[in-house]
C-alpha cells in the first residue's frame, strides 16, 4: 500500500522533527537552523525505517532530508551501513560533504567511492571504515567485483538524482547494486522529477514507499525569471557576450551540450577577456576540484559546464545561469536552472534559442507550466530579425493551466511599443555593480 505524505506544518525546527543534539550541533554552526519543506516531509518517515520517495527542486536540502535521520540510526561500529548512489562524482563530493558536515560531533564518517580517483586511495579512505559511503554507480560495482568493498552490513541505500542517473545509463548498474543488497534494507529515492521509467524502478525494489512531492505544479524554482534570446549558431557567441555585458553576473554556469563545445566555449571567452573555465568529463578529478574551488571562491565568474560535469555543483551565490545549447531533454532544463536561486535566493536563466528549436522551447513550457518570454538585447540584434524568431506551436490551453498573469512572448501577440513596462526585457536593468559598488573588470 503506497502513502502520500505532506510537510508538517508544525513543525518549525530540527528538533521538532526528532533530529539528535549532536546532529543539531553540527547544523548551527553552518547557520541552518529552519527545515526547508522536504526535510520536514522526510525526516519522520525516514526515522521511521519506511522506505521513501521524495520529489523537490534542486536546490531544496534533499540531501540533509535523507542524510540526517539515516546518520541518527547508524551504529559507529557497525561498518558500511549506508550506501548513496549519485550519478556523477562532483554530486558524490557534495553529498559526502554535508553530510560530514552534520556529523562533525559524532564518531561518522561518510567516504566517496567514485571514477576519476586512483583505487588505492579511495582504499586508504574505506580502511577508516566510514559508515556512510557515496558512490557512482561504476566505480562501486568495480570495487565489489576487485573484493575491496561489501555491502553486507548495508541496512539503507539512496538514489539521489536517480532521474539524471537512468538518463545517462546507469539503470542496470543500480539493479546490480541493488541485488547484492541485504533484502530487507531502507530504500530513499530523491529527485527534481518523478517519471512512469523511475516509478516502475520505484515499486520493483521498494515496500510499501511513501510517496511526498514538494516540487508544486510549477516544478521550477519561482525566484527564477526566465528569459530566451533569439540567436542563430553563428550569432551566438555575439548574443552571448552581449548578455553578459548587460547583465554582469556575479557568479554564472553557462551550460553546453557537448564536452567539446564547452572547451572550445570556455576558451574563447577567456580570449575575449573573460575569467572563465569548462567543466566537463575529459577533465582530470583534481584539475575539476581547483576549477570549483575557484569558482567558489569567486576568482573564475563564468563556469561552462556539461550537464554530467555540473551535477552536484551546490554554490548559493549562482545569480545566472546561460543555456548556450538549449538541453535536448526537457527535464534537464530543471535541473540546470536550479543551480541559481538556491535556498530563497533570486536569479535568472537565458536560454539562446535558434529557429529550428522552437518545438524544443515549447516542450520545455509545458513542462514547467511557464510561458518563457523573449529577451531582446540592447546592442544585439539577430541578422535573421526579418523573420519571426524561433517559430513555436502554441500548446492547447487544457494541459498548460496557464495563469492569466504568466507574461506573453513577443511573437504571441503584436508587439507593444517597446517601454521597460511592456517590454521587461534585460537590457532595462541597466549595468549592475558589484558587491563592492564597483562595475565589476572582467
Excluded at 549519485?86 to 559526502?96: C, G, N, S, Y
Excluded at 556529523?103 to 567511492?113: D, F, G, N, R, Y
Excluded at 539577430?382 to 506573453?408: F, K, M
Aim: net charge positive; proline share 7%.
Amino acid at each position: 500500500m503506497e502513502l502520500t505524505a505532506e510537510p508538517l506544518e508544525s513543525v518549525s525546527s530540527f528538533s521538532d522533527l526528532g533530529v539528535r543534539e549532536d546532529l543539531l550541533r553540527g547544523l548551527t554552526e553552518v547557520g541552518i537552523e529552519t527545515p526547508t519543506d522536504i526535510q520536514t516531509a522526510m525526516i519522520p518517515h525516514v526515522l521511521a525505517h519506511r522506505d521513501v520517495v521524495g520529489q523537490a527542486r534542486t536546490g531544496t536540502g534533499k540531501t540533509l532530508a535523507f542524510g540526517l535521520p539515516l546518520l541518527q540510526q547508524i551504529d559507529p561500529d557497525g561498518g558500511v551501513q549506508v550506501a548513496c548512489l549519485a550519478p556523477t562524482r562532483e554530486l558524490a563530493a557534495q553529498i559526502v560533504e554535508e553530510i560530514n558536515m552534520a556529523a562533525k560531533h559524532t564518531p561518522l564518517e561518510a567516504a566517496a567511492v567514485y571514477g576519476g580517483e586512483r583505487i588505492d586511495t579511495q582504499v586508504r579512505r574505506l580502511r577508516r571504515n566510514p559508515q556512510f559511503i557515496v558512490c557512482t554507480p561504476g566505480r562501486l560495482l568495480d570495487m565489489l567485483g576487485r573484493g575491496l568493498l561489501s555491502l553486507d552490513k548495508v541496512r539503507a541505500v539512496v538514489l539521489d538524482e536517480v532521474d539524471r542517473m537512468l538518463d545517462i545509463g546507469f539503470r542496470d548498474d543500480i539493479r546490480r547494486i541493488l541485488s547484492k543488497v541485504n533484502p530487507r534494507h531502507q530504500t530513499i529515492v530523491v529527485s527534481a522529477t518523478i517519471d512512469e521509467e523511475i516509478r516502475r524502478l520505484v515499486l520493483k525494489h521498494t515496500v510499501d514507499p511513501v510517496w511526498i512531492d514538494v516540487s508544486g505544479d510549477q516544478i521550477t524554482v519561482a525566484e527564477v525569471e526566465e528569459w530566451y534570446v533569439t540567436a542563430e549558431s553563428r550569432e551566438k557567441f555575439r548574443a552571448l557576450k552581449r548578455l553578459l555585458a548587460v547583465e554582469q553576473p556575479e557568479l554564472a554556469i553557462i551550460f553546453t551540450n557537448t564536452k567539446g563545445m564547452a572547451r572550445r566555449l570556455a576558451q574563447r571567452l577567456g580570449e575575449a577577456g573573460f575569467r572563465a573555465a569548462g567543466l566537463h568529463g575529459d577533465l582530470l578529478q583534481k584539475k575539476r576540484e581547483r576549477i570549483m574551488q575557484r569558482f567558489r571562491e569567486q576568482d573564475i565568474h563564468l563556469l561552462v559546464a556539461t550537464d554530467v560535469a555540473a551535477r552536484g555543483i551546490d554554490v548559493d551565490d549562482i545569480s545566472h545561469i546561460i543555456n548556450y545549447d538549449i538541453p535536448k531533454d526537457r527535464e534537464v532544463y530543471v535541473h540546470r536552472i536550479g543551480r541559481t536561486a538556491r535556498m530563497g535566493r533570486s536569479g535568472r536563466a537565458f536560454t539562446l534559442v535558434m529557429r529550428g528549436e522552437g518545438k524544443q522551447l515549447t516542450n520545455i513550457e509545458m513542462l514547467t507550466n511557464k510561458l518563457i518570454p523573449e529577451a531582446r538585447l540592447d546592442g544585439f540584434e539577430s541578422r535573421d530579425e526579418g523573420q519571426a524568431p524561433a517559430p513555436r506551436r502554441t500548446p492547447s490551453p487544457a494541459p498548460r493551466r496557464t495563469p492569466p498573469s504568466a507574461p506573453v512572448p513577443a511573437e504571441r501577440q503584436p508587439e507593444p511599443a517597446p517601454t521597460e513596462a511592456a517590454n521587461p526585457a534585460p537590457a532595462s536593468r541597466g549595468f549592475p555593480r558589484s558587491r563592492s559598488g564597483r562595475r565589476r573588470r572582467w
